[in-house]
């Protein structure tokens, strides 16, 4: 149940739209080529959120994040009492309070 819990929180907590833009130069259009090449490759898993620009002269990182997402408390609350109320867990608090005081 903890596991089930946490991966509930992470996805809960983790924002519904992101954008990047940015420029990139490495000073070499090799590797600034190997950059492209790579952000052209992730293009299926990102669908275009993620936007850069080659330079392919100077050296150059840039860049804009932006995160949108909503975090409600009463679900982070409902996961925390779950964990908290799960037999297992407790016992584990037990043990650890056990040994702090050894």
């Not at 860049?63 to 609350?77: P, Q």
């Amino acid at each position: 149940v903890g596991f089930y819990e946490l991966g509930e929180i992470i996805r809960h907590v983790l924002p519904r739209k992101l954008e990047v833009f940015g420029i990139v130069g490495t000073g070499d259009p090799a590797s600034t080529g190997q950059i492209m090449a790579i952000q052209g490759m992730l293009y299926p898993w990102h669908k275009g959120n993620i936007r850069l620009e080659p330079d392919f002269e100077e050296k150059y990182i840039e860049g804009e994040l932006h995160l949108k997402g909503i975090i409600r408390l009463g679900t982070l609350g409902i996961c925390g009492l779950r964990i908290l109320l799960n037999k297992n867990v407790r016992r584990l608090i037990r043990i650890l309070r056990k040994k702090e005081e050894a």
